[in-house]
């Protein structure tokens, strides 16, 4: 959805897209402008009928390779992938994502859309599928788990724009819910199957930053610290004023996580997205 972090990517990938598999939030220069926040919400035209799609089927797909990690962190809290099974049952506060994300890779490396029922969890493994109820109107749907979040205390769940509004809460913002596991991802030998298990080029955003010369100082400590032969440093510009930091390492996760921790070992915290 990856969203507070990109979610993930992929884990962020959302709202909690687009969030990530080893994510942090990048920590903001005190020279960087601030970046103007699209505001989130349900979308412009409303050009699905939520009321009139199918209630999807849940089945059992194989385990992502993306947005599953032992571990992850966003904004400094710690948050373990831990395996459930069907039947499995919570009760809390869920909320949703919309516009502002629609498009955006989730933390399985799958584009968020707003018009499916979909669902982001901070630890179940991903893809799962998953019946919600709204406790304050008895409508129930399944949704497919697929990306990490909500990083706000005390909510179980972040629904899709369209899941919400099936269940009748997406005027509101919140709602009380219940949902229960019904399908778990399988294990790795279905994983060769998956399309999502290719490669995908991941990115540290390591930080961003008002004019080139701080972008490059940055480049520069960092290019000194991380072999140029597990990784590429670069710097993007947006046109606007703003220069990000950004380190591409070698497609290979164990790859990932060393270029992580020498990220972290010189006082970053980068945040992980996948290119599209």
């Not at 991903?126 to 406790?135: E, S």
């Not at 109107?137 to 369209?162: H, I, T, Y």
């Not at 099936?166 to 778990?184: C, I």
Request: proline share 8%; glycine share 6%; net charge negative.
């Amino acid at each position: 959805m990856i969203r507070s972090a990109l979610v993930l990517a992929f884990l962020c990938l959302g709202g909690c897209s687009s969030v990530q598999q080893w994510i942090g939030v990048a920590e903001p220069d005190d020279e960087a402008p601030v970046v103007d926040e699209v505001p989130d919400g349900p979308p412009l035209i409303a050009s699905v009928d939520v009321d009139s799609l199918p209630e999807p089927e849940a089945k059992p797909e194989p385990l992502s390779q993306y947005g599953n990690p032992e571990t992850y962190a966003v904004d400094g809290v710690t948050y373990t992938i831990a395996p459930v099974g069907p039947g499995f049952s919570e009760i809390g506060t869920a909320s949703w994502y919309g516009r502002k994300f629609h498009g955006q890779l989730t933390s399985s490396g799958e584009p968020f859309d707003m018009f499916q029922f979909t669902a982001a969890h901070k630890t179940m493994p991903i893809p799962a599928w998953i019946r919600v109820t709204n406790l304050e109107n008895n409508q129930s749907l399944v949704v497919r788990v697929n990306d990490r979040g909500p990083f706000k205390e005390n909510r179980v769940l972040d629904l899709s724009w369209a899941a919400a509004k099936r269940l009748g809460f997406s005027d509101k913002g919140t709602a009380q819910v219940s949902y229960e596991v019904l399908t778990v991802p399988t294990s790795d030998a279905a994983l060769i199957a998956n399309p999502l298990a290719k490669p995908a080029q991941a990115i540290f955003q390591v930080t961003a930053v008002s004019t080139e010369i701080q972008a490059q100082k940055v480049a520069d400590q960092i290019r000194e610290a991380v072999s140029s032969e597990l990784a590429t440093v670069r710097i993007e510009s947006n046109g606007a004023g703003l220069f990000r930091v950004q380190v591409l390492p070698k497609t290979d996760l164990s790859v990932e996580r060393e270029i992580y921790e020498q990220l972290v070992a010189l006082g970053w915290s980068p945040q992980r997205l996948i290119a599209k």
